[in-house]
């Protein structure tokens, strides 16, 4: 089944302990984002990828870190996780042409930090 | 740089139309459409690009209007299935990689 799968999907941590959270896509997709939902705010791109080894940063990159190692994987790192990140974080996935396409999200991850 | 939608919310009994905007104050080159039901994650509707080519739903439809960097989305005889939060998403001219989407109109629709 073709699907973007994200983990954890709950997280709760504290304030300074860094966290990972994983994407991968079986879709072969050039193109994978991340982005955060906050209530009134939409979803707001964090970092996006358009293939292996290139990424850049989207409208809300602060405190977060992303690599693209492998065309399936691209993992959401938060270094020093502060309160105001406290969101729902989704993952997608796009068929790379001359502008983003279509996106496929993940299920998301919802993130406390205390 | 975040489009505007239009209206915030809205309640529709089932059956009725509904009208969605999306305004931009950039150049477009495309705009997304996408709708998300309550706890799940945005599901793909439809994608209009610069120059009239169209691709997504066939019970959903939308315009495009370059000139005025708007788009709207219409919502016709309105299901049940149509309640959900729906989210505009816009591609810029020169700035072809990001996709920027707006804070998201609610439809409720009754019986």
């Known amino acids: 089944e073709a699907q973007v799968t994200q983990n954890p999907r709950y997280l709760i941590t504290v304030t300074g302990k860094k966290l990972t959270v994983t994407c991968s896509q079986n879709?072969?997709?050039?193109?994978m984002s991340w982005y955060r939902q906050d209530p009134g705010l939409g979803l707001r791109q964090i970092y996006y990828?358009?293939?292996?080894?290139?990424?850049d940063k989207g409208d809300v990159p602060e405190g977060y870190k992303v690599s693209r190692k492998e065309k399936r994987n691209f993992p959401l790192i938060l270094e020093s996780p502060s309160p105001n990140q406290t969101s729902l974080y989704f993952c997608?996935?796009?068929?790379?042409?001359?502008?983003?396409?279509?996106?496929?999200f993940g299920p998301g991850t919802r993130l406390t930090v205390l | 740089q975040q489009p505007v939608q239009s209206p915030q919310a809205v309640i529709l009994r089932e059956g009725e139309d509904a009208v969605i905007n999306c305004s931009s104050s950039k150049a477009l080159y495309s705009v997304h459409w996408y709708r998300q039901k309550h706890g799940e994650a945005p599901v793909f509707l439809m994608i209009l690009l610069k120059g009239g080519e169209q691709k997504g739903h066939d019970k959903i439809s939308a315009s495009f209007n370059e000139k005025k960097q708007q788009s709207s989305l219409y919502l016709t005889a309105s299901q049940l299935s149509y309640s959900g939060t729906y989210f505009c998403g816009t591609v810029m001219g020169g700035a072809t990689n990001k996709l920027i989407f707006g804070t998201g109109t609610l439809l409720a629709v009754q019986p």
């Open positions: 879709m072969n997709h050039e193109y």
């Open positions: 997608a996935s796009s068929p790379w042409g001359r502008y983003p396409n279509e996106q496929f």
């Open positions: 990828s358009m293939n292996v080894e290139v990424t």
